[in-house]
């Protein structure tokens, strides 16, 4: 078992638990506070567009008041130089936003003027039905140069009656316009957000924060179509992503405008996403501390877990092996016997003949020759023997079933020979190797054997077949005897733990068991068909292990 392998497996799986579901909840809770605060956001910037809307329309209404009351105080007392003057004054010095007064008769001829800035008649014209605002209305929007500074000038006017009116058209007012921008400017949002004033144009008529002028630059409104409010995403005059709202001012073709940057709008929740990726980070490290932590005595449990089944496992498969070639063996004795009688004999042979000193040396030299060929044979049965009882637990091994079906039929051969049993060969050559432990293949090819040679207690045939199945990547092990069979009723037992057929205290019914499980274990199959006689004439026993090359 690959226990690094699980180590690693067993930390991704505690850290996919642990952080998918808080990256998931992270990345929701981020997304919805984006979209939460672009809509509060939005909500801000249409609240001060419409505000600000209402403070133009009030100041308006403010100034029309102020020119039908001039307007009813000069058609009341007349049109007095020098009392105009000084109502004039008195006017501009309490309402500071008006520049001037002046007044203009039919003909368009200058009857009265208390201006101080140069202003061309020229463009005046009567007053504009459509910009009426409660008496007054507003004529329009004009740049004015007072001692070489340039102030942009809003131009009302009313229309004069009464006893007058014969002498006298209309009533003029400049109102110093950069006071609507002080306004304006007193709602400028945090570092990006401002809020101006432009017409239907587009043309500016207050000074922007970051350097729009007056009457002089201008913005796309083409995105506002007729609506009168509204909010969207665009480019401003800055070549600045914002989020834009605007307002139009009843009675007037004038929009406030009120945006802000959205790199602005979106930085506390993109800070957010920083200090959540740093946090996240934090989590993620204790998450593998933890998971590390744990991985490793889950690991470490399962080791000696490991470990101690697979002592039992060692010792389970030494008895039954060692009890399988208890009775494989048997025949060695014959074995064995043949060529240390040899040996003792070609020893005594020679020893006889060393006292006669006719014996030459060639014949002594050939009897000690056959000697150690004997006692090398011999040699060689018990190596074969302790080679194939060894056993390894190293599970990168691969083995070669040809190879080791052929020990140990070296080994159960002789026992094969004295119970009369006739051993047939069909093994497959160039078949690849199994990835399995060779003692773990030599103690369930030798527990079957052992059985098959059991079941003809007066001898018979025993078969060993291998071949190999390309497109299944498995090879086939094949174990036929010509014994009595399996009765029905116990073949369907015979890999149960316990169960046997034998006399007590002559198996212990672990034997099919264990190969059953080593086989499984090594990701293959044990199939069994079996024959009684009891319906065909013949009888016998096949076992076939499927194990896989990869």
């Excluded at 149960?496 to 190969?515: A, I």
Aim: aromatic share 8%.
């Amino acid at each position: 078992m690959n226990f690094e392998k699980l180590r690693i497996l067993l930390i991704a799986a505690f850290m996919l638990v642990s952080l998918v579901p808080l990256a998931s909840l992270g990345y929701k809770v981020i997304s919805q506070g984006e979209t939460l605060i672009q809509e509060k956001a939005s909500s801000y910037l249409k609240g001060l567009s419409q505000r600000n809307a209402e403070v133009i329309k009030r100041f308006m209404t403010e100034r029309a008041n102020d020119m039908n009351t001039l307007s009813d105080i000069i058609c009341t007392f007349g049109l007095t130089p020098l009392m105009i003057k000084t109502h004039f004054e008195q006017m501009k010095d309490q309402y500071n936003p008006y520049l001037g007064f002046f007044v203009l008769d039919k003909s368009g001829k200058l009857v009265f003027s208390s201006l101080d800035i140069s202003f061309n008649l020229e463009f005046l014209h009567p007053m504009n039905e459509s910009k009426h605002s409660g008496g007054a209305g507003v004529q329009d929007i004009f740049m004015l140069t007072r001692e070489q500074e340039q102030i942009p000038g809003l131009l009302i006017c009313t229309p004069l009656s009464g006893k007058f009116a014969e002498t006298c058209s209309h009533l003029f007012a400049l109102v110093d316009f950069r006071i609507m921008g002080t306004l304006l400017r007193k709602s400028n949002i945090e570092i990006t957000g401002e809020v101006y004033l432009v017409d239907k144009n587009g043309r500016f008529l207050s000074a922007s924060r970051f350097g729009a002028k007056a009457l002089k630059d201008h913005i796309s409104i083409n995105a506002m179509g007729e609506k009168k409010q509204g909010i969207y995403e665009t480019t401003d005059y800055r070549g600045a992503r914002v989020l834009q709202a605007y307002q139009k001012v009843d009675a007037f073709p004038w929009y406030v405008i009120a945006d802000q940057d959205m790199a602005e709008i979106l930085n506390s929740i993109k800070a957010l996403g920083r200090e959540a990726i740093v946090y996240g980070i934090l989590t993620a490290m204790i998450v593998f501390g933890l998971a590390l932590i744990v991985s490793t005595l889950i690991v470490n449990i399962l080791k000696s877990k490991y470990k101690y089944e697979k002592e039992l496992e060692f010792q389970v498969i030494q008895k039954e092996k060692l009890a399988s070639l208890g009775l494989l063996t048997s025949g060695l004795a014959h074995e064995l016997n043949t060529p240390l009688a040899n040996a003792l004999l070609y020893t005594q042979i020679a020893k006889e003949e060393l006292n006669e000193s006719e014996t030459g040396e060639q014949i002594i030299q050939e009897r000690l020759s056959t000697v150690i060929d004997e006692i090398r044979q011999g040699s060689k049965i018990i190596k074969n023997l302790l080679d194939f009882s060894r056993h390894s637990q190293n599970d990168a091994q691969t083995t070669d079933v040809n190879k080791t079906l052929t020990k140990l039929m070296k080994i159960a051969g002789p026992h094969c020979a004295s119970n009369k049993i006739t051993v047939h060969e069909k093994l497959e050559q160039g078949m690849p190797d199994i990835k399995a432990d060779a003692s773990i293949i030599q103690a369930i090819l030798t527990n079957l054997v052992a059985n098959a040679t059991e079941a003809m207690p007066a001898g018979g045939k025993l078969k060993l077949r291998t071949r190999y199945i390309p497109i299944l990547k498995i090879i086939k092990i094949e174990i036929v005897d010509s014994g009595p069979g399996i009765p029905k009723d116990e073949l369907i037992k015979i890999f149960n733990p316990f169960f046997t057929t034998k006399k007590p205290g002559e198996g212990t019914g672990l034997g099919l068991f264990v190969s059953h499980a080593m086989v499984r274990k090594l990701g293959g199959d044990i199939k069994v068909i079996s024959s009684t006689g009891d319906d065909v004439t013949n009888f016998g026993t096949i076992f076939t292990i499927e194990l896989p090359t990869e």
